[in-house]
T-cell receptor, first 112, second 117 residues
Framework: GNSVTQMEGPVTLSEEAFLTINCTYT??????LFWYVQYPGEGLQLLLK?????DKGSNKGFEATYRKETTSFHLEKGSVQVSDSAVYFC???????????FGKGTTLSVSS | EAGVAQSPRYKIIEKRQSVAFWCNPI?????LYWYQQILGQGPKLLIQ????????DSQLPKDRFSAERLKGVDSTLKIQPAKLEDSAVYLC???????????????FGSGTQLSVL
């Protein structure tokens, strides 16, 4: 079945550092891929998504590119802020109408 | 617009007791999901409803967990009897229509944090 694997955390960075959180997927067919973010005390929110190979999702300075050849969807940001401190979840969704499959989450902590 | 509402926010019970969680999805959303998020792990789907029908409950431990969405709007998830390993955050999510494209956006509630002692 479908699954998502993302890098273990926590990731600790200084403000303005470059961020990469790795995510790889296994799936039958071509899933849609997502990054969700969970800020402290809040619910999960969609950060960005990509629905087909070579698509790039972007939002709030974050980017991720759907790479079919490496089955990856790594999250990147060129300059992180303290306010980016949160837990980030990579997720996939296969056939129409099926539920999201989540990775275990990566905690990001950014200090000033 | 109002988001997905869940209650209670926190619940502490002893093992073998019963507990129920409530979810009110965004108005007009046909699809409702219950996820279980154990500390340090990603959310795991328990059950998916399309209106008042069950689409996927393959990962729901049916010997102790039950869920219903009788009128196709709000939903309750029950655990009876609870075990220590049920300690988790229970998330409810909704989307406009589950049968649409694979990029259908899910909206999540803040969750109910359950501690089983």
């Amino acid at each position: 079945g479908n699954s998502v694997t993302q890098m273990e955390g926590p990731v600790t960075l200084s403000e303005e550092a470059f961020l990469t959180i790795n995510c790889t997927y296994t799936a039958t067919g071509y899933p849609s891929l997502f990054w969700y973010v969970q800020y402290p005390g809040e619910g999960l929110q969609l950060l960005l998504k990509a629905t087909k190979a070579d698509d790039k999702g972007s939002n709030k300075g974050f980017e991720a590119t759907y790479r079919k050849e490496t089955t990856s969807f790594h999250l990147e940001k060129g300059s992180v802020q303290v306010s980016d401190s949160a837990v980030y979840f990579c997720a996939s969704r296969g056939q129409a109408g099926t539920a999201l499959i989540f990775g275990k989450g990566t905690t990001l902590s950014v200090s000033s | 617009e109002a988001g997905v509402a869940q209650s209670p926010r926190y619940k502490i019970i002893e093992k073998r007791q019963s507990v129920a969680f409530w979810c009110n999805p965004i108005s007009g959303h046909a699809t409702l999901y219950w996820y279980q998020q154990i500390l340090g792990q990603g959310p795991k789907l328990l059950i998916q409803f399309q209106n008042n029908g069950v689409v996927d409950d393959s990962q729901l431990p049916k010997d102790r967990f039950s869920a219903e969405r009788l009128k196709g709007v709000d939903s309750t998830l029950k655990i009876q009897p609870a075990k220590l390993e049920d300690s988790a955050v229970y998330l409810c999510a909704s989307s406009l229509a589950g049968g649409g494209g694979t990029n259908e956006k899910l909206f999540f509630g803040s969750g109910t944090q359950l501690s089983v002692l």
